[in-house]
């Protein structure tokens, strides 16, 4: 697969990632923000932005850092 079907995939997903129940969702968020993704840019990826913004507060909580918005 080129790097280009790779991204297209990655951002199919990413798009796709508000059909997933709130359990699966929130497990893809925070494997995002602890990857580096800001919880704004995790939130606009995946049309969640106030999942992104708990598992974000959540990561914070337990002492994980999160790239600032």
Known sequence: ?????QIA?????LMTLHRYD???A??????????GFTEKIAGDLSGR???AAQCAADLRAEGTA???R
């Open 22 to 24: 709130d359990a699966t």
């Open 26 to 35: 929130k497990a893809i968020i925070r494997a995002a923000l602890r990857f």
């Open 9 to 13: 995939r990655h951002e199919e997903s």
């Open 1 to 5: 697969m080129s790097p280009t079907e």
């Open 49 to 51: 932005p106030d999942l």
């Open 66 to 68: 999160v790239p600032a």
